[in-house]
């Protein structure tokens, strides 16, 4: 027991500080760590695996869809960021700079790329000649830089990793499709894989990509009711491919300019998963993108037979689930048990004596801590069972945090009162005037998440000004 009580202690408690929560999780789940570089942090195995599986994921999905992977340089010139005038102004301040190149001073600045639409703009350019090369629709898994003034691991890191799809098409109609196309996937990646409900919709202007015509989203909302932007795909038209020259000859001979997409989602979405999942214990890993799905932990593993029985089972079950084994002899069984817990293993399998003598094992179950008696001939189906309810009920248990954290404003003061009661989405009517969605940014903090593509009618009245609303929105604060 004092194994346990030591263990958790080490972990700040997830009401009291829910940011040194998430940070003491990212530390002691060994998912990252801090580097000498503030703002750029190394990913350790564990974290890095999990990122993996949700990359893995996405990119049978893209390919599924006719995109293909490649891969351009990190640094670009000056004035591909000053090409489109939105851009520039959207990414200047978070732009990371070189000037020299060994001991020569560069002639032109190159800068970090904090995202590459110039780039891909630019390459297809020289690529596009004619209507039959269209679609193209490429993606690369890379990393970016954008020099955040606060910075948090994995949150917002001052250097992340991500994937960015560009795809250019023929027709607004074509382009628009799969900009939605893309929104769909990454619903799916958060909701199938990392078992968190998400919010669809639009982005106001304030809130669109700098450069784009419309920019859609997926939220997703964390334990203390702050919202994460978890994935976003943008229809950019042709405010890219207009200054970069990326033209075709149309069908009947004339010259067009391309209509042009980008989609991202990045580590954040590792973040997300901590937020909206763990707990004082630790992490909690849904079954699906969990590097490990099962861990096995022998009891009294000095005894005859325990450690061959165990061997013996994991032999069983390790081409059908993602096992481990802990043979670890310095720690006690009750350390083990706490480590696991924190790493959010989906589910311990203990084995001692008596177990094994009656053909049988404990299941423990992260997400309720419920142990089950199992015979070892029923285990990789009971298992199996086990990790697709597991996955349904984080799911599930997220939702109704969510359903919990979302209440209703008509006006300002109820605004104010849902915010500081019962921090979440809020969802109220908006009359379409930047000036209301500014006021409610300056007086509680909260921006605008989306307009949900589900709309609801809430009240004839902009929550702001009074004036006849034109759209539902859901605001709240956000990482």
């Not at 998440?449 to 929105?473: Q, S, T």
């Amino acid at each position: 027991m004092g194994d346990k009580e030591n263990f958790v202690k080490e972990i700040t408690n997830i009401e009291e500080d829910f940011a040194k929560w998430f940070t003491d999780i990212v530390i002691k789940a060994e998912l990252a760590d801090y580097t000498e570089v503030k703002g750029f942090i190394a990913y350790k195995p564990y974290g890095w695996a999990i990122w993996e599986n949700i990359r893995d994921y996405e990119d049978k999905e893209f390919k599924k869809r006719g995109v293909q992977n490649i891969a351009l340089p990190m640094f670009m010139p000056e004035h591909y960021l000053t090409t489109e005038k939105d851009h520039v102004e959207g990414f200047a301040p978070e732009v990371a700079w070189i000037t020299e190149g060994g001991e020569k001073k560069l002639e032109e600045r190159l800068y970090a790329r904090p995202t590459s639409e110039p780039m891909f703009c630019r390459m297809y350019s020289r690529w596009l000649k004619s209507w039959r090369d269209l679609p193209m629709k490429y993606n690369q898994w890379c990393n970016v830089i954008r020099w955040e003034k606060e910075t948090r691991p994995i949150l917002r890191s001052r250097e992340f990793f991500w994937q960015e799809g560009h795809t250019i098409h023929e027709t607004e109609e074509e382009a628009r499709k799969l900009t939605l196309e893309m929104l769909d996937v990454y619903a799916d990646t958060i909701e199938n894989l990392l078992a968190i409900p998400v919010v669809k919709g639009k982005k106001t202007n304030l809130e669109k990509f700098a450069g784009a015509v419309d920019t859609y989203t997926v939220e997703t909302l964390m334990h203390d009711g702050r919202a994460i932007q978890a994935g976003t795909s943008h229809y950019l038209g042709q405010n890219f491919t207009k200054p970069f020259g990326v033209k075709f000859q149309t069908k009947d001979g004339k010259e067009e300019y391309a209509y042009h997409t980008s989609w991202g989602t990045s580590v954040r979405l590792i973040g997300a998963m901590i937020m909206a999942h763990g707990d004082n214990r630790g992490l909690k890993v849904p079954p699906k993108v969990a590097p490990i799905q099962a861990v096995i932990v022998p009891i009294q593993m000095q005894k005859d037979g325990v450690l061959d029985k165990c061997n013996e089972v994991y032999e069983s079950l390790k081409d059908k689930f993602r096992m481990k084994l802990d043979d670890r002899d310095q720690y006690s069984p009750g350390y083990k048990f706490n480590d696991w817990e924190m790493r959010g293993i989906p589910v311990r399998i203990e084995m001692g004596p008596r177990d094994i003598e009656n053909n049988k094992c404990v299941l423990v179950r992260r997400d309720t801590a419920e142990k089950i008696d199992v015979s070892l001939d029923e285990l990789d189906v009971k298992l199996n069972e086990l990790m697709e309810d597991i996955q349904k009920n984080m799911y599930n248990m997220c939702l109704e945090n969510t359903k919990a954290k979302t209440t209703i404003a008509h006006n300002m003061e109820e605004f104010e009162k849902n915010l500081k009661e019962n921090q979440g989405y809020i969802k109220a009517m908006w009359c379409g005037d930047d000036t209301c969605e500014d006021h409610i940014h300056d007086v509680t903090g909260a921006k605008s998440r989306c307009i949900p593509f589900k709309e609801e009618h809430i009240d004839d009245k902009c929550v702001v000004c009074g004036k006849p609303a034109k759209y539902m929105v859901m605001w709240g604060k956000q990482y």
